[in-house]
């Protein structure tokens, strides 16, 4: 089985999904139009359900939705699996947008939106919606080439607002934009949308916003069989470590003011936990990286760390810095040569964190080759370098 970093061929998926939303029959029998757009036409009588392909979160807690038959209702934000800070209404285009209390309308599919941040890119373009980007508060983050080349042909624009530091919402909504992907919790004003992936404490979890974002653009069919496949793959992984002996890891971070520091806070379940141990590992936990330093107590937790996941782009400086320090050379990860950095696919950190959440197939696969060897002997690490063998950027071509 191919492991390796993947993108889906969907071409044939966005067909199929345009003839099923173009299938569409009502009550009276009669077939319900639309046009180029994915706009209805006019149609006489009750409308029926447009949307007879549905999703929703099996292992997210932080979104939900419901289908009603010209309308979605979409909470983001939300908190303990109820509560939930935002609610929108994505209603088709064509049809009467219906009053929902305390819900913002959003008219679908939309043709374009902005990205306050990278990783939310990935969902994109792994649902065929790259052509929609328009606006990212910046675009060095963007590791995709494809990206960037729209960026170059004047096909993305920069939006952003040096007083908040966020995308330029002012601007946006005067230009149309009706969906602006945010982090900020509150969003800060229309056209702003929530997109809180980074909350839940799932590999799958996360993923599962290729779902989320699919909603706005009426491809839950792709999202699904995306997700599916990489459901799939992470499930043949894991099935190679099953019987493997646990591997004792942690994530390390440096800074030259504070030294070496933990990049994980105390306590599971989070994201880190869940595909440390799905690969077969037990990830030794600190304190919040805040803290930036380290006792006797907590250098000893690392002494123990069969292998090392370097948070940041490892060099020669980094290096000596640590060896000047007297106690890397003295783990275990460091003698046997077990210390992967997360520069390996371009020899800088973007490309981890634009589409790791996205791709945790190929981020799991990478653990367990760093944790157990060549366990998935078919894989290649995509993000994790191996600092003593391999140089930044060894993943391209």
Known sequence: MATGRMW???????????????????????????????????????????????????????????????????????????????????????TIPPSVAGARAIQIPVS???????????YLEL?????????????????????RRMFSL????????????????????????????????????DPAVLFRE???????????????????????????????DIQLRMNCHQALVANAPKVKAVFLGYGNAYGPYWVKPQGCPNYYCDLFSTA????????????????????QIVNQAEVWIFTDVWNNGVQADLQAMGWPSSTQAW??????????????TNDWFMTRFAQPDALLADLICALHGD?????????????FTEVPGSALP
Not at 59 to 77: C, R
Not at 375 to 387: I, K, P, S, Y
Request: with cysteine.
């Open 280 to 299: 077969g590992g037990e990830l030794l936990l600190g304190f919040n990286f805040s803290t930036c330093t380290m006792n006797a107590a907590e250098i």
């Open 154 to 189: 004047g096909m993305i624009n920069i939006s952003f607002d040096s007083a908040t530091w966020e995308l330029n919402y002012a601007e946006l909504a005067s230009q149309g934009y009706t969906v602006a992907f945010t982090a900020s919790d509150p969003p800060v004003q």
């Open 127 to 147: 649902i065929g919606s790259r052509t929609a980007i328009r606006a990212v508060t910046d675009i060095s983050y963007a590791s995709s080439m494809c990206i």
């Open 8 to 94: 889906l061929p969907i071409w044939a998926l966005l067909a199929a999904e345009q003839l099923l939303h173009s299938a569409v029959c009502g009550y009276d029998g009669n077939e319900v139009a639309f046009d180029a757009n994915g706009c209805v036409l006019p149609y006489s009588g009750t409308l029926p359900d447009l949307y007879p392909v549905k999703t929703y979160p099996t292992f997210g807690t932080t979104w939900n939705v419901t289908y009603h038959n010209t309308y979605k209702v979409l909470y983001a934000g939300c908190t303990n699996g109820s509560y939930c800070s935002q609610k929108y209404v994505l209603y088709q285009c064509g």
């Open 198 to 228: 980074n909350k839940e404490t799932s590999a799958l979890g996360i993923m599962e916003y290729v779902l989320f974002t699919a909603l706005f653009f009426n491809r839950e069919v792709v999202a699904q069989q995306s997700f599916r």
């Open 112 to 122: 374009k939106v902005a990205v306050a941040d990278s990783p939310v890119l990935t």
């Open 375 to 387: 366990a998935v002997d078919t894989h290649t690490r995509v993000w994790l370098r191996n600092v």
């Open 335 to 348: 003698r046997n040569h077990k210390i992967f950095a997360i520069d390996r696919v371009d020899g800088s």
